[in-house]
């Protein structure tokens, strides 16, 4: 099965029989329906109605992403629904056994942040000193949230959680070829072409996310962590937290060390303010980015190797699990 990406303006997009044909200037790429399982789009693309038909008919799953990369919205054809799994949900949320889901799921985020530093310490040889550092506060904090005696407060978490991302990113920059001068996260705008590449890879996470959640059964505004805040598909961004490192952050360190970007692959955002993807670097990122969402790896609690967007699929569910029958058995994805 296959993802098909649009980023490009002016694509126009419309139905031969069976196949969509694709057009840029002048140029036609037709790919066959009952290949496509996943379409991400950016502004600018203009789908025929007949093309929205045969998406709603065929259930093939249509995410829009804003240009900065950010989630916009899905297309959204009829579903089964779970009244049970949303009734527990709601149920769950602002309850103590809903902030110990959190706990677990934040967790897992910090273990993998954990992980993928220690990865660099090791091909480093363990000699610079920042990188052990924020190895071992991520070590201490990930202990605190292994209290299951001692749930944590929204507060507790939050607090933990930040001085976690403030270390890893400390440490992620030694990551980072020298030439890209990665500094510290920053998000609207991304102050730079590195933040440019994680915010871009954490908005195609967090739609991929949303789509996974309604599938799951969830209703993706609800969430543990996130809660409640407005607008927000706050349960996306629980679910998301653990494959931030796993996905996102693995590709941006990819593609960098890839060399197949410059920093003519980026541009100013409109405001002037602060760095966005160029066209050729969506491209080179995307296809990065889905390399790891297809990537097959073991998947423990099944005992096969599964791609990662369907292990994707499988957390959630088990969150959902936890959900209906009120048990704290989850266990967050793992990298070593």
């Known amino acids: 099965m296959t993802t098909l990406y649009l980023t490009e303006p002016g694509t126009v997009v419309q139905c031969r029989n069976a196949a969509l044909a694709v057009t840029l200037d002048g140029r036609s790429r037709h790919l066959r329906l009952a290949e496509l399982d996943l379409i991400v789009i950016s502004p600018g693309v203009q789908l025929t109605s007949v093309v929205l038909s045969r998406l709603f008919d065929r259930g093939i799953e249509t995410l829009f992403i804003q240009k900065n990369g950010q989630f916009r919205g899905r297309l959204q054809p009829s579903f089964a629904t779970n ?18 889901l959190a706990q677990r799921l934040i967790l897992a985020k910090v273990q993998n942040q954990r992980a993928l530093l220690q990865r660099r310490d090791r091909i480093t040889g363990r000699q610079i000193p920042e990188l052990a550092i924020a190895i071992d506060t991520l070590r201490t904090h990930s202990q605190m949230l292994q209290t299951p005696n001692t749930p944590l407060s929204r507060d507790e978490l939050m607090g933990i959680e930040g001085i976690c991302a403030r270390s890893y990113f400390a440490g992620l920059r030694h990551w980072i070829p020298d030439e890209w001068s990665f500094g510290d996260r920053s998000r609207q705008p991304p102050a730079d072409p590195v933040n440019a590449l994680l915010s871009w890879g954490y908005g195609v996470l967090s739609a991929r996310m949303f789509a996974i959640a309604v599938q799951a059964g969830f209703d993706p505004y609800l969430g543990f962590f996130h809660a409640t805040e407005p607008y927000r598909p706050n349960l996306v961004l629980d679910l998301m937290e653990e494959f931030r490192p796993t996905i996102v952050d693995q590709a941006v360190i990819a593609t960098l060390h890839s060399g197949l970007l410059t920093a003519d692959d980026f541009e100013p955002s409109p405001d002037g303010m602060g760095v966005w993807l160029g066209k050729m670097g969506k491209k080179v990122f995307l296809a990065q980015l889905d390399r790891q969402f297809q990537k097959r790896v073991r998947y423990a609690p099944q005992n096969r190797r599964l791609a990662m967007s369907q292990i994707m699929l499988e957390q959630a569910r088990w969150v959902g699990r936890c959900i209906v029958e009120q048990t704290l058995n989850y266990g967050g994805f793992l990298i070593r």
Request: aromatic fraction near 12%; charged fraction near 5%; proline fraction near 6%.
């Open 83 to 100: 009244p049970t799994l949303r009734l527990a949900q709601y149920q769950s949320v602002g309850t103590a056994f809903g902030l110990q």
